[in-house]
T-cell receptor
Framework: DTGVSQDPRHKITKRGQNVTFRCDPISEHNRLYWYRQTLGQGPEFLTYFQNEAQLEKSRLLSDRFSAERPKGSFSTLEIQRTEQGDSAMYLC???????????FGPGTRLLVL | AQSVTQPDIHITVSEGASLELRCNYSYGATPYLFWYVQSPGQGLQLLLKYFSGDTLVQGIKGFEAEFKRSQSSFNLRKPSVHWSDAAEYFCAVGPNFGNEKLTFGTGTRLTIIP
């Protein structure tokens, strides 16, 4: 068990560019979650997957955001036309249905200039 | 809607002193409650969790928390803090019965002085 991994750990981009983040969950976990954490705040839920199905999306997830988990394993989170307000830590977590604990990765810190 | 309040933004304690971090929640059913710790620039590590049963739960690193339904609280305690405990601590509620998200408080930053 190597834990949840995220790549990249840091990303600096210019406003208007697209960025994509990857999350690899703990191998046997069928649920995968994305959260966003801004400075001085707790994480806020964005979306989650049960296997490859995206089951819930937060209102925070504007139409510039898209998440996929095509084979029920790793997931990607893409932000199109980034804005300075997108600067945050993006956290991924995984878990198993019926076992309610979520295990978090190290996060991807995004800075939009 | 579920919510979590951590009334203390920042707490400073001396190394070796006892610690209590407060957490109050609002939830319409029996809550699942968690405490996570976050070191600077890092992800979240689970300290402990409460689902049911004994209201005093033990976690890693010598932490414990007590669920008090009458006070809607889930306070985190440690009898003697170490310098390595300096971090941000988050209380969270959920998920339960189709509501899959965790709802976090705004966190309490813990500073340890020698």
């Amino acid at each position: 068990d190597t834990g949840v991994s995220q790549d990249p750990r840091h990303k600096i981009t210019k406003r208007g560019q697209n960025v994509t983040f990857r999350c690899d969950p703990i191998s046997e976990h069928n649920r995968l979650y994305w959260y966003r954490q801004t400075l001085g705040q707790g994480p806020e839920f964005l979306t989650y997957f049960q296997n490859e199905a995206q089951l819930e999306k937060s209102r925070l997830l504007s139409d510039r955001f898209s998440a996929e988990r095509p084979k029920g394993s790793f997931s990607t989170l893409e932000i199109q036309r980034t804005e300075q307000g997108d600067s945050a830590m993006y956290l991924c977590a995984s878990g198993e249905r019926g076992e309610e604990t979520q295990y978090f990765g190290p996060g991807t810190r995004l800075l939009v200039l | 809607a579920q919510s979590v309040t951590q009334p203390d933004i920042h707490i400073t304690v001396s190394e070796g002193a006892s610690l209590e971090l407060r957490c109050n929640y609002s939830y319409g059913a029996t809550p699942y409650l968690f405490w996570y710790v976050q070191s600077p620039g890092q992800g979240l590590q689970l300290l402990l969790k409460y689902f049911s049963g004994d209201t005093l739960v033990q976690g890693i690193k010598g932490f414990e928390a007590e669920f008090k339904r009458s006070q809607s609280s889930f306070n985190l305690r440690k009898p003697s803090v170490h310098w390595s405990d300096a971090a941000e601590y988050f209380c969270a509620v959920g998920p339960n019965f189709g509501n899959e998200k965790l709802t976090f408080g705004t966190g309490t930053r813990l500073t340890i002085i020698p």
